[in-house]
C-alpha cells in the first residue's frame, strides 16, 4: 500500500547564517519534494534573508542554492512583506520564484497543510 503524499508549511523566521534551522529546514523541504510531498515554505521575521539572492559564504553551507533547489523542484515560497520592509529588503533583492506577500498567505498555507514546521 502507497502512503498518501502529504503537504508540509515550513516557516522559516531564523536568519540564514544565524543559526542551522534553515539549513536543515531546507534539506528537509528537498528531501520531502524528492519523495514526491508538497512543501509551502513562508519567509518571516529574519528568515526572509534566507530568500535573499547573490548569498556567498565561505565558512558554511550555502542556504541560497538550497532555497534555488527547492524551488526548482516545486516548492511553494512566500516573503512576509512587512518583514521585508521593516529590513529594508525589496523583492527584487530576493532569490526568482520567491513572492514577496502578506499573513493572509501564511494561513491559507497552514490551512492546507497537513504538518506545519516552524524554525
Not at 37 to 57: C, R, S, T, Y
Not at 64 to 73: A, R, S, Y
Amino acid at each position: 500500500m502507497t502512503e498518501a503524499k502529504k503537504t508540509f508549511t515550513i516557516i522559516i523566521a531564523d536568519g540564514a547564517y544565524t543559526s542551522e534551522r534553515p539549513f536543515t529546514m531546507l534539506r528537509f523541504a528537498y528531501t520531502a519534494l524528492l519523495e514526491g510531498h508538497k512543501i509551502n515554505i513562508f519567509l518571516v521575521e529574519d528568515g526572509i534573508f534566507v530568500g535573499k539572492k547573490n548569498q556567498d559564504p565561505t565558512t558554511y553551507e550555502n542556504v541560497g542554492k538550497w532555497m534555488k533547489d527547492v524551488i526548482e523542484e516545486g516548492a511553494n515560497v512566500k516573503a512576509c512583506g512587512v518583514c521585508m520592509r521593516a529590513r529594508g529588503l525589496s523583492e527584487d533583492e530576493l532569490i526568482e520564484g520567491i513572492r514577496k506577500t502578506t499573513m493572509n498567505t501564511l494561513v491559507e498555507m497552514c490551512a492546507e497543510a497537513d504538518n506545519i514546521l516552524f524554525s
